[in-house]
């Protein structure tokens, strides 16, 4: 089984079709992020605020080189940013979680901790910067994907069975 390297932007929803990807098949769940944290021993948002995104992406990149060499049968949840990573494609099947900014949005702020989620991001503090960000990595996203799945107004259970499908299909 290759690895399924699940990418697109903040608050898109990989963490949750991440878990349930595994609960419908044999995968093992790593999270860029989650290893990121453990690695230093403190949240995304104090490293950032701590060290810079500068420091956050060397980390990233230091996590890319390790899930390459060492890691199979995965599926690997990423930040956000991950996806810019050189041997991205050399880690598994890349599978892109798209949706439009203002419906990604919309479900962080219709989610019941909105407040939390917005707060540990520490790039979606300004909207207009994040749309930003959003419109030059959408054609970005777009390009290093193998397979892309629209996620808007659909559960994480049909989008991980959609994931899944286009997986077996590849
Ligand atoms: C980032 C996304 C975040 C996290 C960090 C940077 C980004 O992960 O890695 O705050 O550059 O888009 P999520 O996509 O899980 O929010």
Known sequence: ?????????????KGSVAREIIKHSDYI?????DLIESMENRKVKTIFEARGEAYFRKLEKKVSHWLQKSVQ???ISTGGGFYKQKNLKKIGTIVLLDSPFDA??????????AAKKIKKRPLLKDLKK?????DTRRPEYLKVADIIVDVTNKSAQECA????KKVKRL
């Open 1 to 13: 089984m290759k690895n399924i390297v699940l990418i697109g932007f903040m608050g898109v929803g």
């Open 29 to 33: 769940a790593l999270d860029t992020d």
């Open 73 to 75: 049968d995965t599926l």
């Open 104 to 113: 990604i949005i919309k479900r962080i702020k219709e989610h019941p901790n």
């Open 130 to 134: 994040a749309r930003e960000l959003y």
């Open 161 to 164: 069975k959609e994931v899944l």
